[in-house]
């Protein structure tokens, strides 16, 4: 066994092996871009990322004091969910949906951070959020508001701030299906000058025997203390993504250090140290490649060889707009490539998608030309995460017709779709898809709404035990585009997956037909690896020095669960159950296991329905797996 569980690594790792691996991302701003503020702009944006093989996207989801999706935090606090600029919208949702078809991780970037607002230096200071709570504001030894570059400063080492950015940060994870959290210049950042706030004076008091902090706000033992709470609230932070999802990255972009450090109070160097962040993206904006390059060694100064694999550089494309705006040229963009691949930086995140399309797209040609000119699957994986999604066309191969369809040009996914009125005999259309892993999907409707459309289109779908019945509305507005349907569990293979039929049909009506879409729920399926319809791993298996192979069964269960692993050898195995906030409801084992398969009940009768995750840790490794209860 262990000979053949060796060979199949071998060959996985050469697989994996042959495949480039590098960080390709692209930030999404609401400021100087249209991108977010239609979905037709989401959609063609991704199509055109994906066109030059960029592989990650960070849109803006925390700018100007409001959240760019649609957040029950915001609302509660401020009575607004989202930014007045998109209200009545989600372009976080809808972007997470377009990425995702494209096979394109997301990691939402909250730009502000700990920053409250920008009142560009000039009063009132602080937004509604210091409005609202002026204690949470950062103070200079005078007793004002913080104000740097024209940004208004919450105080980060105060624990109702942080508990707000954390609360924001886990509705996101929660909420929508992503693959990590990006973090920039604002965040965990506090400017040198401030820290004088009652809380952190009292907080800085308590541990000092009742000393007062220095006036002198660049004392070292002042700045270090400071800088070291915020390096405290980075780790709590990290450990609530990573309990609830370990797979999720965690990035930063910070400013330059040790400038950030003296300005900002910045400590990359220690996050990279202590491996405190997945990522390391440092913000060499610069506007010529020798001032690019210069910061780029020194940057790499701070990082040791042995972690050069969570390095990237943030490389400034794009600023501004009209005759002021700057646009990197083609020539820096080459260099810059070639310089990072040259000291082993494999990977950019570039600021920002504007400028990829500029000048008739000569920046995003560029790349696709030269060092972008292959896929490649993201450092830190070692596959695929987001396979693009598979699309029926109702009209394709894939799809059985039946009944008097009419053809439509113009509307639908691919400029045409079917239709028939009310009069017509009894119809429908099975869209079936090639299922390459065993694993939950979501699927997808696309949808052009019209007040002369049904509002009882019945669609069935089929997972691998059971089917239901949806009635859709194809007149809602907030039904256009893809529409999630449902989530289903599907086995590998050719499956018959849904269904749409005129049966419910009103009077007066038409009941239309476009495309279907099938996509992997990582929530659910976090291990399951797609590499093509007859070979599907998981991810554990991919990285040689795992012997390690695990899942659960049934799953979603009810009452209970069985939890299987192989060990390659015999060890010394720690099995143990938490809930989704990281809250030990078990150990289940605990001690030494021959080589084999093996296999724990999971009872869970006494438990409320959610996601479960148990730990199996193997020596000094460990491996981790979702559980769905569903009562």
Known sequence: MQKILLLILFFTTSMVAQQVEEFRAVKITDVDSPVLFNDNNIAAAMDYLASINVNVVLPVVLNGGWTQYQSNIMDSLFGRSVSPKFTGRDPLERLIIEAHRNGIEVLPWFEYGFAAWYSGGTAPFGGHILAKYPEWALRTPEGNICTKNGFDWMSAINPEV?????????????????DGVEFSDRIPALPVEGGYDSVTVSLYKSEHN???????????????????????????????????????????????????????????????????????????YRYTFSEYLQELNLALNYVPVSKRDMFFSAILMNIGTGSNAYVMT?????KAIKANRERGVYGEAFFFYEGLRKNNNQLGDTLLATYYKEPAIIPGRGHVRRPKADITDEQGDNANVTGDWEVVTGPGYDGSLLWMNDNATPADIEYNFI??????????????????????????????????????????????????????????????????????????????????????????????????VEETQYADNITPDRFILHNNYPNPFNPGTNIKFYLDKTENVTLEIFDILGRKIETRFEGALQEGEHSFYFDARTLTSGIYLYKISVGSKYYTGKMMLVK
Not at 244 to 263: G, K, M, Q, T
Not at 330 to 334: E, R
Not at 506 to 526: F, V, W
């Open 330 to 334: 083609p020539d820096y963009l080459k």
């Open 435 to 532: 299922v390459k892993a065993d694993a939950f999907y979501d699927v997808y409707v696309n949808n052009t709404p019209a007040t002369t459309l049904t509002k009882n289109a019945r669609i069935t779908l089929w997972s691998k035990s059971d089917s239901m019945s949806i009635l859709f509305d194809q007149t809602k507005v907030k039904n256009s585009g893809w529409t999630k349907l449902g989530t289903i569990e599907l086995e590998k293979g050719e499956k018959r997956v849904a269904r749409l039929d005129n049966s419910l049909l009103e009077e007066g009506k038409y009941i239309a037909a476009d495309a279907m879409m099938l996509m992997i729920n990582r929530k659910l399926s976090p291990d399951a690896v797609i590499t093509s």
């Open 210 to 284: 009742g000393a007062e902090p220095p006036l002198n706000y660049n004392d070292e033992g002042w700045k270090r203390w400071r800088a070291d709470k915020m390096n405290d609230w980075y780790n709590e932070i990290k450990s609530i993504v990573k309990n609830y999802d370990p797979h999720l990255f965690v990035s930063s972009s910070p400013s330059l250090y040790p400038w950030a450090y003296n300005e900002y109070l910045q400590d990359s160097k220690t996050w990279v140290d202590s491996g405190i962040v997945d990522h390391v993206i440092p913000q060499l």
């Open 162 to 178: 942080q508990d707000f950015i954390n609360s924001l940060a886990y509705e996101v994870i929660t909420k929508y299906d992503v």
